[in-house]
């Protein structure tokens, strides 16, 4: 008749398998790794190899939980960070589209704007590697300030 741990390693014969196949894989593996390594090879285990055994596959399956449950919380982390970055994305996209709007009704409004982008740009507030992106509307609004006849 089998004890418990016999019956508990004879349940997770692939388990330990899959760990034996791993860490044997391993350049450095630590002592823990090495004694399951010998004892899932050893074909005539007694009730002590069986005890040892059984207990390091348990905690070899609580470590992979944690890892896994790690894993999960990082996901949940990094979502949450995802949607409140798109969430400040689409409120300053909404806030500079109503800006430009209100340039388009009013010429004061026009100028106040095309002031900050200008300060904005000059006084490092646009970092060096996005200053391509911006500088034609630099230009643009220049050419814009010549073209426009004043509204008294």
Known sequence: MANANEEYINNNEEYLDNLVKRFRGFKSPNDTQKLIVLLGEKDNRNDEDDRKLSILLKAEKKADQLVKARANARKLIDAEKSKASKAEVRRKIIWQSAFEAMAEDSMAAKRNLDQLKADAYEKGYVSD???????????NQSVDADNTELDF
């Open 129 to 139: 590697r996005d200053k391509d992106a911006v500088k034609n509307d630099l230009i």
